[in-house]
């Protein structure tokens, strides 16, 4: 049997508040650059996680400081997996990624940042709440 | 996040340090919109900011279809490495005016 390698797990859980967003980017900066991201693929990944985290505090609580949301960084096989769980309305996925690229409209930026970035990006409203799913693998070694 | 506003001539330099987001992006963009009412030429020297959001950057868009308007110039420089890839990454680079740095700017402006 292979040996079971313990992965890093990160739970943190915050209110609504952007507040809290810089302590959030304090947080995913270093493990990503632990993980192997070079600086520009880290703060690339922060920030797309800052997105995420403020597209809830404004589309989900609107605005609203005294919401929850749950964020889970779980390290997979080739990458990181990021959870973030909220109780909000649920994400409107006609809005996602409708902002035209390159126009000076200046809404709707933050999920087209959120798809650059990530591999893989879902959002799900779910009976436990809604869940933003985002994947991004480790660039393979030559 | 420190905002403070100069006058460079006929025209004020807001001067931002720190990080713009979705918490602090709304005292810039009042700052912002208050010294373009006043002024023909608005500048901002991005090169103390370390990180800027989708909201900062919004709130740039705003000012700039404001002073289109308003028939103002707006522009920007001193960006930094970090602060360039995230204009970039929003693909909103060309829509602005940027200048390397403040001398660039007033020459051009």
Known sequence: ?142 | MKISVREAGEAKIVEVEGDVDLGTSPELRSTLFAALREVRKLGLNLAGIRYIDSSGIATLLEVLKDSQRMNKDFFLFGLTPAVERVFRLTHVIRIFRVFADEHEAMESA
Request: proline share 8%; with cysteine.
């Open chain 1, 1 to 142: 049997m292979p040996p079971i390698r313990a992965g890093l797990h990160l739970k943190l859980v915050m209110p609504s508040d952007p507040r809290y967003l810089p302590v959030v980017r304090g947080a995913i900066c270093p493990l990503a650059a632990a993980m192997g991201w070079d600086e520009s693929d880290c703060q690339a990944i922060t920030m797309a996680m800052d997105e995420a985290l403020a597209n809830i505090i404004r589309h989900a609580y609107h605005g609203r400081t005294d919401g929850v949301i749950e964020l889970e960084c779980r390290e997979s096989a080739d990458g990181l997996e990021f959870t973030l769980w909220d109780h909000g309305d649920p994400p409107d996925k006609s809005k996602i990624c409708a902002r035209q690229v390159g126009c000076s409209q200046p809404g709707g930026l933050g999920t087209h940042i959120i798809k650059d970035v990530m591999d893989a990006v879902s959002y799900q409203a779910l009976p436990g709440g809604n869940r933003f799913l985002a994947v991004k693998r480790l660039p393979r070694k030559i």
